[in-house]
């Protein structure tokens, strides 16, 4: 079975403070990908990781993904109240044609003015 | 990117009485779409993976009887609760994906039911 192991599941924070939500898994995905989620709405994908050891910037959030692609992170510089929402990692398991996602437990993260 | 429509938003039933959620992708043909269940505030449980013109593909411990999925075409997916009780009551959502052979899967809005 594929788990991917998300942490911290819950976190709450000043306004304008740094954070990391980090995704571990024994397994090799061939891509990660991290979401974020408002309250009675979809998931909206923030990033796809796919080369080990490879970092990608959105703004203040900047994404990571491990040399061996088994696990992740995602770091948020400066966090802003409209950061605020629900954090998801999923990869995409190696020998997956179909698409899959597995889904990391969640980041609920709030962030207080 | 691609857009997937999923109806109705949010739908109240009654104990007993079935459901049916609709999930399409508007501008690709999804030749995969999957089904997941969120409870407050926890991520996304897969619940089956279908795909178009055959049987979908079940979760362990989700009761194939009981939520009732469908792909009849390339842009339409449905999921019918059935027999729907309380503790059926979640945020169900759905995703596709098939754009350009790509493995990407695009999300749907979600649907809130709530079963009294």
């Known amino acids: 079975t594929q788990l991917l192991e998300q942490s911290p599941q819950f976190l709450s924070i000043q306004e304008g403070e740094n954070l990391t939500v980090y995704c571990n898994s024994s397994s090799v995905f061939s891509s990660l990908q991290w979401y974020r989620q408002e309250p009675g709405e979809g998931p909206v994908l923030l990033v796809t990781?796919?080369?080990?050891?490879e970092v990608k910037k959105l703004k203040r959030l900047t994404f990571q993904f491990g040399d061996a692609r088994k696990d992740s992170s995602l770091h948020i510089t400066a966090a802003q109240p409209g950061d605020t929402g629900l954090y998801l990692c999923a990869g995409l398991w190696s020998s997956s044609n179909t698409g899959k996602l597995i889904f990391g437990q969640g980041t609920t993260l709030q962030v207080k003015p | 990117g691609a857009v997937v429509s999923q109806h109705p938003s949010r739908v109240i039933c009654k104990s007993g009485t079935s459901v049916k959620i609709e999930c399409r992708s508007l501008?690709?043909?999804?030749?995969?779409m999957f089904w997941y269940r969120q409870f407050p505030k926890q991520s996304l449980m897969l619940m089956a993976t279908s795909n178009e013109g055959s049987k979908a593909t079940y979760e362990q411990g989700v009761e194939k009887d009981k939520f009732l999925i469908n792909h009849a075409s390339l842009t339409l997916s449905t999921l019918t609760v059935t027999s729907a009780h309380p503790e059926d009551s979640s945020f169900y959502i759905c995703?596709?994906?098939?754009?350009?052979?790509?493995?990407?899967?695009?999300f749907g809005q979600g649907t809130r039911l709530t079963v009294v």
């Open positions: 995703s596709a994906s098939g754009v350009r052979g790509s493995t990407e899967a695009f």
């Open positions: 990781v796919v080369t080990g050891g």
């Open positions: 501008d690709f043909q999804a030749t995969t």
